[in-house]
């Protein structure tokens, strides 16, 4: 069965830090990956997406970038942290077919101080 | 941007009732799928229906899609204090193997014991 693993589940960076999330799926190949973010009470923003190793594609302009080293490896950075970064980090991934769910990761709360 | 729209924000019943969410967006869609969020984790998908179905069940959960009206809703039947939990709508616009979910603000479901 395909599971898909997100560390560290809670983090404290002072601004200006750099970060790094890491996301990992197993049993599953060749998937399409995705990061969300989740601000408190609010809906989930795509910030980028991957549908294979090296590709990467990003929704919103922003300090963050997004890196796909192996096929089932995603991992979100910033050189600098924000404040404005704070917020609940998602990952996830699907099959290519559209028409299929997203499974995701139990996701990484970011307090940035 | 937001595709999808959920409504009502926040809905409180009595376990045993029935609950219904409804979700509205503005461009067409391969399919429309529902997920469920506990508070402090990843998301978990309910059900996914398709552009060319109309309903769908699923144990509990009942689904409809009006394409004409751009709208879907979820029907939790008897409901459970379990079942508290927040709920998202997602559309899957068309895009192919690029096709991305984009989420609703969710609405808060409260089931009183």
């Known amino acids: 069965s395909q599971t898909i693993h997100q560390w560290p589940a809670t983090l404290v960076q002072p601004v200006g830090s750099p970060l790094s999330l890491e996301c990992t799926v197993e049993g599953t190949s060749n998937p399409n990956l995705y990061w969300y973010r989740q601000a408190a009470g609010r809906g989930l923003q795509l910030l980028f997406y991957?549908?294979?190793?090296?590709?990467i594609s990003s929704e919103v302009p922003q300090n963050l970038s997004a890196s796909r080293p192996q096929d089932r490896q995603f991992i979100l950075s910033s050189k600098k942290l924000l404040l404005s970064d704070s917020g609940f980090y998602l990952c996830?991934?699907?099959?290519?077919?559209?028409?299929?769910?997203?499974?995701f990761g139990n996701g990484t709360r970011l307090t940035v101080t | 941007s937001q595709q999808g729209e959920e409504d009502p924000q926040a809905l409180s019943i009595q376990e045993g009732e029935n609950a219904t969410m409804n979700c509205s967006y503005k461009t067409s869609i391969n399919n429309l799928q529902w997920y469920r969020q506990n508070s402090g984790r990843g998301l978990v998908h309910l059900i996914l229906?398709?552009?060319?179905?109309r309903e769908k069940h699923s144990g509990r959960l009942r689904v409809t899609l009006d394409t004409s009206k751009k709208s879907s809703s979820l029907l939790i039947t008897a409901s459970r204090a379990a079942d508290t939990a927040s709920y998202f709508c997602a559309t899957d616009a068309p895009g192919g193997a690029n096709s991305k979910l984009t989420f609703g603000k969710g609405i808060t479901l409260s089931v009183r014991p």
């Open positions: 991957s549908v294979g190793i090296g590709q």
């Open positions: 996830a991934w699907r099959q290519g077919d559209y028409n299929s769910p997203l499974h």
């Open positions: 229906i398709r552009s060319n179905e």
